[in-house]
């Protein structure tokens, strides 16, 4: 268990800054998600934490001690990979059992070390089995048992889901999370899937082009993403571009709206995001005028989704579309062509820098 | 089960006009004249018109001790053979396998499949050039070393371990080479995570999961070279007296076909008996 500090790391693969000036501290016993694209720098940053790649400039300490130069087998990290890289040639036990050996730990110790780790895997009678033998979800989670038995000062996951179908990762979710709680470890996932971020993780790190773009914890960075890349990338967004005029906004399509509440911007362009569950969606009235200063946009529904419990609505507004997602039951469904007007509480408006 | 049967059968019929010129070349090249020379093994002799059938050649391989001993010999050749071509092949096909990428691995690559290109006759007299005194190497050790050295190795037996060490190795580097590339290099990552040293990688991960490729490479080695006669001959003069240059007398020189079909299938039962008392531990590698 320890606290990671990442400062001004550097790694380039040619011309290609991979991790671009990255600085980002790990919490002791936090649980850490690296969201991003693929070719963001997530993995490579979490290479370097393992001591698998090494920075070109900057320091990686791990509990204040400098350790972007200690090799891989000498950083006490546990790691899960991808494809699990469970080693074919061995039993689930000895698998597990690997790490301790090499540590120098013999028999009794071992076995019983291996068996509670098992047990808190939920895989106690699966010892002797070969990995071929097993499920996707039955290996990540002797990946995981691997991982953590020899008490790892940090454990890192590169995308440790994504081989497993949907309801499967969901499980395995909540299993990881309540593994990581157990254990108290230091754990940072990585990972490009924005839900499982969201879901699993008490702080997350956005990465793009080898940058941090936002880090904090997720409701902080859902309601308040601080660009355009963080809101769409985390979660959907409309994003709306148009002119600071008299302390209102213009936007493009003609429609003048309430400024953000945090904005002082006095004149000049200006892009927002609005979440489409905080965009309200009502029937036009006919022939009413919404009062000035109110937000409200008028449009016409263009497309809907229907997903169960709620339904998602394209809605043309003067040339640009707007998404906003209605749960049912709480409004009528609107069919396509209907005339409506749209509004949203000026507080939920984001101004994007 | 009657679909499975069904498809079985569909597919074998399918399957037969690809199947056949390979079996077919098969039938023709090698059981007709080995069973040819079956019966050869079993005449009396070649140039009666009215031969007739005995198993005095097979009982001449245990009434003279020399055949014995020239096959021992030939064993013995053929493990040590085996075992320099591991030591030699196995860190080049990791290297190859695990550390070079892209253009420098095709390079090296080239280099060693380059004997093959060549014939191998042409290969094991350019050795003795190199080898003989005054040759190649005699020449540039002497321009190198301070102090004067003879080196003759031309008609010796490290000569003819030399040359079929060259002309093998190329077999032991391929087929590590295809089961070092087959093992994930995560697997590698994960063992180091763990805190293992790169020498308990090497012998708890790398080794047991290349091992197929080291026996296949070694079966490939071994079998030729316990009947090699033409690096004996050619490179190793008197040193290279062998069984398989002993068969090659009898069918060339001697002319006695039967006794030399007779060593021949010896040596094939031989081969055959090692590789089965060697069977469980290649079952359990692969």
Redesign the interface.
Known sequence: MARVEVQNVQRAFGDHKAVDDVSITFEDGGFYALLGPSGSGKTTLLRMI???EFPDSGSIRIDGAAVETV?????????V???Y?????MSVAANVA??LE??GQKGKDVRRAVSEVLDLVQLGDFGKRRPHQLSGGQRQRVALA??IV?KPRVL?LDEPLSALDKALRTTMQGELKRIQREVGVTTIFVTHDQDEALSIADQIGILKDGRIVQSGAPEEIYDRPNSEFAATFLGDANILDGTVVEGRLRLDNGAVVALPLDSTQTSGRMRCAIRPERVRLAVRNAGGRAEPGATVVWGTVRRRLFSGSFSRYAVDCGGSELQAIAQRGATRDLAIGTEVELSWDRRDLIALS | MAVTGMTRTNGLKKALPLLLPAYGWLTLAIFLPLSAMVYFSLLTTMSSTTPSLTLANYAAFFSDPLYAVLLLRSVKLALLVMMICVVIGFPAAYVLAKIFKGRAREAIFLIVILPFWSNSLVRVFSWSMVLREGGILDVVLNAILPFKVSVDLMYSYPAVVIGLVHSYLPYMVLTCYLSLQAI?D??I?????????RT?ILR??IA??ALPGVLAGSALIFIPVIGSFMEPRILGGRGGTLYGTVIEDQFTAVYNWPLGAALSFILLAVVLAILLAAAPVLRKAA
């Open positions: 393992a001591g698998f090799p891989a087998n000498k950083r006490r990290i546990g790691m990979f991808q494809n890289a469970l080693f074919p040639h690997f790490g090499v540590s691997r991982a020899t890192l | 994930d995560a697997l990552d994960a063992a180091r995570s763990l805190g293992a040293s308990t708890r991960v047991p999961l």
